[in-house]
């Protein structure tokens, strides 16, 4: 059985001529939480965005539990077992909130699946406002049923793309929440973060990027004993 439930191994990946990635290597545990850090520009969505097959490495492999799905169609790795949480939510609008859920929905063999009452359960606000349309939520409800679709398919491994991103702090304090209980679920997550403290707070591992190169990594709690180890990678002071 494989010890980690998703191993990147030297991806090279591309915007046309651009070289993006540069020999990118790291592994995440299972039931772990591995947040991915850097400034902007440092390559961070075009990490997720490789593992989730919306953008090719060119060389490199990427392995989830022990089979590869580097250079496979997005739908084919969805399937597989990996979601995405994108940058921007990317919700459907003109959808209701249970129409985004159901729309989602995976059947896969995993110990305890997601369904739409879970989510609900783990985001009530979304149970509220089930039958609204998706474009006239919050951008903090948004977030949350973004992180709920990505639910439905039941993934083993859950990508979140800047999910704080644009939030106030109560409602960051709610999205964290949430991660923590997706966390404790047993899920392994990949969180590219801006916000330190909140990274920091759900971070088993960390690692940080540097213009499409690993320049750090380590345990949270190596950070956390020693915060200059990530501070002078991302200008945090």
């Known amino acids: 059985m494989a010890t980690d439930a998703l191993v990147i191994d030297k991806i090279n990946s591309y915007y046309g001529d651009s070289h993006v990635l540069h020999d990118v290597s790291m ?22 965005m490789t ?19 580097a250079r496979q169609k997005p739908e084919t790795i969805a399937r597989a077992g990996i979601r995405l949480v994108p940058q921007g939510r990317r919700i ?29 359960e783990l985001f009530p606000q979304l149970k ?11 951008g903090g409800e ?52 801006q916000n330190f403290q909140l990274a920091m707070s ?3 591992d960390i690692v940080i990027l540097n213009t499409g190169r690993i320049a750090y990594q380590g345990t949270a709690a190596e950070v956390q004993a020693n915060p200059e180890l990530a501070t002078k990678h991302l200008g945090v002071f």
């Open 142 to 193: 948004q977030q949350m049923l973004a992180i709920g679709r990505a639910l439905m398919g039941n993934p083993d491994v859950l990508l979140l793309d800047e999910p704080s991103e644009g939030l106030a702090p109560l409602i960051v304090a709610e999205v964290a929440r949430g991660i923590k209980e997706i966390k404790n679920e047993g899920l392994a997550i990949i969180l590219v973060e």
């Open 92 to 120: 459907f609008p003109s959808l209701s909130v249970e129409e985004n859920l159901k729309v989602a929905a995976q059947s896969r063999d995993i110990q305890k699946p997601w369904n739409i009452s879970r989510v609900y």
């Open 51 to 69: 593992i989730a097959g919306l953008v090719t490495a060119k060389t490199g492999e990427i392995s989830l539990f022990g089979k590869s799905v």
């Open 27 to 48: 592994s995440l545990k299972r039931s772990s939480l591995l947040a991915l850090l850097g400034r902007n520009g440092a390559g961070k969505s075009t990490t997720m």
């Open 202 to 204: 759900v971070a088993d």
């Open 128 to 138: 509220d406002r089930s039958k609204q349309k998706a474009g006239t939520l919050s």
